[in-house]
């Protein structure tokens, strides 16, 4: 029931992101014609209002709506893999480290947890957005539309090489930040040994190449994802300066009004911000789908 009432919330804030622009095209026009009507720009004003309340309030429910809805399944996650856990038999455990299997109850959960509650939220919200606003675009103008959608290929196919090499670099750095944790446990676990055999440099010295290893694989991860933001803000960006240029030409030649310019402008900026985000979403998501192959190996595992 809360999955439904957010998704209702979802539709109502997605709908008042496409609505008001053409509130703000209605004031601009009225306020630039030749008759201006002080009593329209008043009704487009509160027009505007009302649009911009509704959105904050749906946003805010869905948020919270999927927030708890994604908990919920984190929880019921966490529990499914403890009861395999222990459902295991004793010879699984001489070969898995308990550093390792409590990592996968942590860390690995942890990642999850964002991909399944808030994030899912914004994927939708984006899509919508995303559908929504190119729709409306192609209602404004179709030449400027055809003008700002030129870059979107580049951008697709960037997109799934890069997620592809996200997904493969996510898996290694929680295989790695597993191994480190079981060497960590197995070391303070048997603490009094370590010190027996004065070994602790030397479990100094195994922990640190594991943490230098994460944090190399970390590292490769996180200028992956600048490359991919930088190709795709450049795109992006590059879009709305072609329609600045071409859409003041259509105003000049009286083909599109400057309201019609303003709210297009607003339709590409969110349709702009909107693909971005879900540029990092994917990101995100090809991480959590890294992780969920160590989850799911415990899951299945007869």
Same mark, same amino acid.
């Given at each position: 029931?809360?999955?439904?009432?957010?998704?209702?919330?979802?539709?109502?804030?997605?709908?008042?992101?496409?609505?008001?622009? %053409?509130?703000?095209?209605?004031?601009?026009?009225?306020?630039? +014609?030749?008759?201006?009507?002080?009593?329209?720009?008043?009704?487009? +004003? /509160?027009?505007?209002?009302?649009?911009?309340?509704?959105?904050?309030?749906?946003?805010?429910?869905?948020?919270?709506?999927?927030?708890?809805?994604?908990?919920?399944?984190?929880?019921? /996650?966490?529990?499914?893999?403890?009861?395999?856990?222990?459902? %295991?038999?004793?010879?699984?455990?001489?070969?898995?480290?308990?550093?390792?299997?409590?990592?996968?109850?942590?860390?690995?959960?942890?990642?999850?947890?964002?991909?399944?509650?808030?994030?899912?939220? @914004?994927?939708?919200?984006?899509?919508?957005?995303?559908?929504?606003?190119?729709? @409306?675009?192609?209602?404004?103008?179709?030449?400027?539309?055809?003008?700002?959608?030129?870059?979107?290929?580049?951008?697709?196919? =960037?997109?799934?090489?890069?997620?592809?090499?996200?997904?493969?670099?996510?898996?290694?750095? %929680?295989?790695?930040?597993?191994?480190?944790?079981?060497?960590?446990?197995?070391?303070?676990?048997?603490?009094?040994?370590?010190?027996?055999?004065?070994?602790?440099?030397?479990?100094?010295?195994?922990?640190?190449?594991?943490?230098?290893?994460?944090?190399?694989?970390?590292?490769?991860?996180? @200028?992956?994802?600048? @490359?991919?933001?930088?190709?795709?803000?450049?795109?992006?960006?590059?879009?709305?300066?072609?329609?600045?240029?071409?859409?003041?030409?259509?105003?000049? %030649?009286?083909?599109?009004?400057?309201?019609? /310019?303003?709210?297009?402008?607003?339709?590409?900026?969110?349709?702009?911000? =909107?693909?971005?985000?879900?540029?990092?979403?994917?990101?995100?998501?090809?991480?959590?789908?890294?992780?969920?192959?160590?989850?799911?190996?415990?899951?299945?595992?007869?």
């Amino acid at each position: 029931m809360p999955l439904a009432i957010g998704m209702v919330m979802l539709v109502l804030g997605s709908a008042g992101s496409v609505a008001f622009p %053409q509130a703000i095209k209605g004031i601009i026009d009225g306020a630039l +014609a030749e008759t201006a009507d002080q009593q329209l720009i008043d009704r487009y +004003a /509160l027009i505007l209002l009302g649009i911009f309340t509704v959105q904050a309030i749906a946003s805010a429910l869905r948020f919270a709506l999927f927030a708890i809805s994604g908990e919920r399944v984190v929880a019921r /996650l966490r529990k499914a893999i403890f009861d395999r856990l222990l459902g %295991q038999e004793v010879a699984f455990f001489d070969a898995r480290r308990t550093g390792e299997l409590t990592s996968s109850l942590a860390s690995d959960t942890t990642i999850l947890q964002s991909a399944v509650s808030v994030n899912i939220s @914004m994927l939708l919200r984006n899509l919508a957005l995303v559908v929504g606003g190119v729709i @409306m675009l192609f209602w404004t103008s179709v030449p400027l539309t055809l003008v700002m959608l030129a870059v979107v290929p580049a951008i697709a196919i =960037s997109a799934v090489a890069y997620g592809k090499r996200v997904r493969k670099l996510s898996r290694q750095v %929680q295989d790695v930040i597993a191994e480190a944790a079981a060497l960590a446990e197995e070391s303070l676990s048997n603490v009094r040994t370590v010190r027996a055999f004065a070994a602790e440099k030397s479990e100094i010295d195994r922990y640190g190449a594991a943490v230098d290893q994460t944090f190399a694989l970390a590292r490769t991860r996180v @200028m992956t994802s600048g @490359m991919f933001m930088g190709i795709a803000m450049t795109a992006g960006f590059g879009a709305v300066a072609l329609v600045f240029w071409y859409g003041g030409r259509l105003v000049l %030649q009286g083909e599109l009004s400057p309201g019609s /310019l303003t709210s297009f402008l607003i339709y590409t900026l969110t349709v702009a911000f =909107s693909l971005a985000a879900l540029a990092d979403l994917w990101s995100d998501f090809m991480r959590a789908a890294g992780v969920s192959e160590r989850v799911f190996e415990l899951l299945d595992r007869t």
